[in-house]
């Protein structure tokens, strides 16, 4: 059975740093096309970042762009987001998918992701 599972998240004051982790089981995760979304209350989900398969190409949204980093550890089978400066506009549940890998280089995070994780809560307050 495929499933992902995220952890990391928590509390953090502003300007601080997490490190979220999507950990894979049942399948390859560089196999895949990873991406990492947000959803916020209130607000309709948002893509973060996504990291395409096995080219390893990466993208983010311009939001995170220098403050966030995506990464994958195939021994591990688990990708992370590497989240610096945190803003207490980061805050949200965080989720990881995958998906199909993208045929053009770079990956997007659209709806195009097929199996989702549950979520993991980041809290960005002084």
């Known amino acids: 059975q495929l499933q992902l599972v995220e952890s990391g998240g928590g509390l953090v004051q502003p300007g601080g740093s997490l490190r979220l982790s999507c950990t894979a089981s049942g399948f390859t995760l560089d196999d895949y096309a990873i991406g990492w979304f947000r959803q916020a209350p209130g607000k309709e989900r948002e893509g973060v970042s996504c990291?395409?398969?096995?080219?390893?190409?990466?993208n983010y949204a311009d939001s995170v762009k220098g403050r966030f980093t995506i990464s994958r550890d195939n021994a591990k089978n688990t990708v992370y987001l590497q989240m610096n400066s945190l803003k207490p506009e980061d805050t949200a549940v965080y989720y990881c998918?995958?998906?199909?890998?993208?045929?053009?280089?770079?990956?997007?995070?659209?709806?195009?992701?097929?199996?989702w994780g549950q979520g993991t809560q980041v809290t960005v307050s002084s």
């Open positions: 998918a995958a998906g199909t890998p993208f045929v053009q280089a770079m990956c997007v995070m659209g709806d195009e992701y097929d199996y």
């Open positions: 990291i395409n398969g096995r080219r390893g190409s990466t």
